[in-house]
């Protein structure tokens, strides 16, 4: 499905990005990958699936997707080595969840530099290239709580909600270009970022899940890859929820 495309993951080295690298190498692209802190990881995904898939290139770079200077090198570094980048996924995120009334100033700009400027940082040196090209696919990963709310994630639901907005209004203005930018929106997905719940917090989450699981990086995986993909293109402007029926 992204046989000889170029894609770009941002947080690639854990969790949800992970298995979006795998699963766009198995599809036939070349994926190049950002991390921060996890280097042994980032390292050995790179070289496993270089070495599964020979024809292809799996590179991981180190990056903080919060400094935009450094994000910018990245880019333009990848347009070089790569010759192009069709692909991107804003995928790098985090969490510090507190009740607003004692959300300080640090955990605010955090979540909201990290979730939602990294958006800018990587799209931005991203989008003429893409405009030169007459095409590309843009897939930003938000969150159901930018949908519903949550307790204790004003932070992140605000920055996930803010990715909604950037997702609709960039899909309007770079259509007529070819570029696609959708948004993929998931549930409880069983990945670090769960790590700080307690047992009967995730008991009553999956109590109002309809289909009474938590979701798996697999199932987000593959709706990101199509729509990278040309089969996706005719879609743009979407928000795609993969939450198994939450009902928040
Ligand atoms: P995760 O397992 O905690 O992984 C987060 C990834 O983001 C890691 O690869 C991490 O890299 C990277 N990252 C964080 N800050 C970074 C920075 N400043 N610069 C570069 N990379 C950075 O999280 P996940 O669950 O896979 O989440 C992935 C995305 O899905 C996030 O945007 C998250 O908000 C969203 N999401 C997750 C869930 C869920 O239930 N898990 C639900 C809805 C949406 P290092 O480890 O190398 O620092």
């Not at 190498?25 to 070349?30: N, T, V, W």
């Not at 909600?161 to 549930?187: C, D, Y």
């Not at 790590?195 to 008991?203: E, K, N, Q, S």
Request: proline fraction near 2%; glycine fraction near 10%; aromatic fraction near 6%.
């Amino acid at each position: 499905m992204l046989k000889g495309k170029k894609i770009l993951v941002t947080g690639g080295s854990r969790g949800i990005g992970t298995a979006i690298v795998r699963r766009a190498m198995q599809e036939g692209a070349d994926v190049a990958f950002t991390y921060l802190h996890s280097m042994d990881e980032a390292h050995l995904l790179a070289s496993e699936l270089s070495a599964s898939y020979s024809s292809q290139r799996c590179l991981s770079i180190e990056c903080d997707v919060t400094d935009m200077q450094a994000m910018e090198t990245a880019v333009k570094n990848l347009i070089s080595e790569f010759g192009a980048i069709d692909g991107l996924v804003n995928n790098a995120g985090i969490t510090r969840d507190v009740v607003f009334a004692r959300m300080s100033r640090a955990q605010w700009d955090g979540v909201l530099n990290t979730n939602l400027g990294s958006v800018y940082n990587a799209t931005k040196p991203l989008i003429l290239q893409m405009v030169k090209q007459r095409g590309g696919s843009i897939v930003n990963i938000t969150s159901v709580a930018a949908i519903y709310g949550n307790n204790g994630q004003t932070n992140y639901s605000a920055s996930k909600a803010g990715i909604i907005g950037f997702t609709k209004s960039l899909s309007a203005e770079v259509s007529p270009q070819n570029i696609r930018v959708n948004a993929v929106a998931p549930g409880y997905i069983n990945t670090d970022m769960l790590g700080v719940l307690d047992p009967d917090t995730l008991a009553y989450i999956k109590s109002r899940i309809s289909m009474r699981r938590l979701g798996n990086v697999d199932d987000i995986a593959p709706m990101v890859c199509f729509l990278l993909s040309d089969n996706a293109g005719y879609i743009t402007g979407q928000i795609i929820q993969i939450d198994g029926g939450i009902t928040l």
